[in-house]
């Protein structure tokens, strides 16, 4: 009975399967093993080792107990009764996590109002850059910059394995980055340098260095733009890339992209 269960537990290891249905299954599992527990307590003190049957239907009563707290908690939406989970965290100095909730993409990246302020969504557009060997560089020195001043949100948000899978699951790329979807540039600005529109970041406007030109704005190339018309501004810039992590056969993969930065231009009509 036992291998027969292990040969379960060992090929769910390979299918890709929600973590709280794998519980559910598991908790079927540990159920399937205390009735053939309970069976062999049975055998024991019919055939006249009492004491053996004794103990192993004791052991039998404790795992159904927390086999209960098990099932109240993944089948049910009620609370156990007579949980000691309490009493045994207090005990073992155990602090539980509070349910995790996944934040959504625009509190994330709204958490500060950007260093050029707040600019009227309609009159905003996304922007693609074009950046040289020495201005990557320059990007992933400000990410590492970033993230040791604890400026970035490096750690998935303090999300669990149950939050992760279930943000990947709705990811449109199936994957959740380290940094979530973006953290905020301290400072940025855009300059007019050889006739194409530069991207500055960094920490301050110290020591701010370019990360990019501008090369497409909305669905236009840059190239056809009337500047005698219109002016360009710089409403936002975010570090996004780094480490993300993606659902495995056997849980959660850890993966890597090059840092990059995501801007936003506004526009005003001369």
């Known amino acids: 009975m036992f291998s027969f269960l292990d040969i379960i537990n060992h090929y769910l290891g390979y299918v890709t399967i929600e973590t709280n249905t794998k519980s559910r299954i598991y908790v079927i599992l540990g159920v399937l093993g205390d009735l053939y527990l309970l069976y062999v307590a049975y055998r024991f003190a019919v055939n006249g080792f009492i004491i053996r049957g004794i103990l192993i239907f004791l052991v039998v009563l404790i795992l159904a107990y927390f086999l209960y707290l098990n099932i109240m908690y993944y089948f049910t939406k009620k609370r156990a009764k007579f949980d000691v989970t309490p009493v045994i965290n207090k005990v073992l100095h155990i602090q539980p996590k509070s349910e995790e909730k996944p934040i959504s993409g625009e509190q994330r990246r709204y958490r500060n109002i950007p260093a050029n302020g707040l600019f009227d969504e309609r009159k905003t557009m996304p922007a693609k850059l074009e950046s040289t060997l020495s201005e990557r560089h320059n ?25 992760l899978l279930s943000e990947i699951k709705t990811s449109p790329k199936h994957r959740v980055y ?23 970041a960094g920490m301050n406007q110290v020591n701010c260095e370019p990360v990019g030109h501008i090369v497409q704005a909305g669905f236009e190339d840059i190239q056809n733009l009337d500047k005698n018309k219109v ?40």
């Open 139 to 163: 990007i992933h020195e400000l990410a590492e910059t970033m993230i040791n001043k604890k400026v970035a949100n490096y750690d998935y948000n303090g999300l669990g394995e149950r939050a």
């Open 231 to 270: 002016k360009l501004y710089l409403a936002e810039a975010f570090l996004v890339g780094g480490k993300y992590k993606t659902a495995g056969r056997a849980g959660l993969i850890d993966g890597a992209d090059d840092y990059a930065v995501q801007i936003k231009i506004a526009y005003r009509k001369k």
């Open 178 to 200: 380290a940094m979530g979807d973006g953290a905020l540039i301290p400072y940025f600005d855009l300059r007019e340098e050889n006739g194409k529109y530069e991207v500055y």
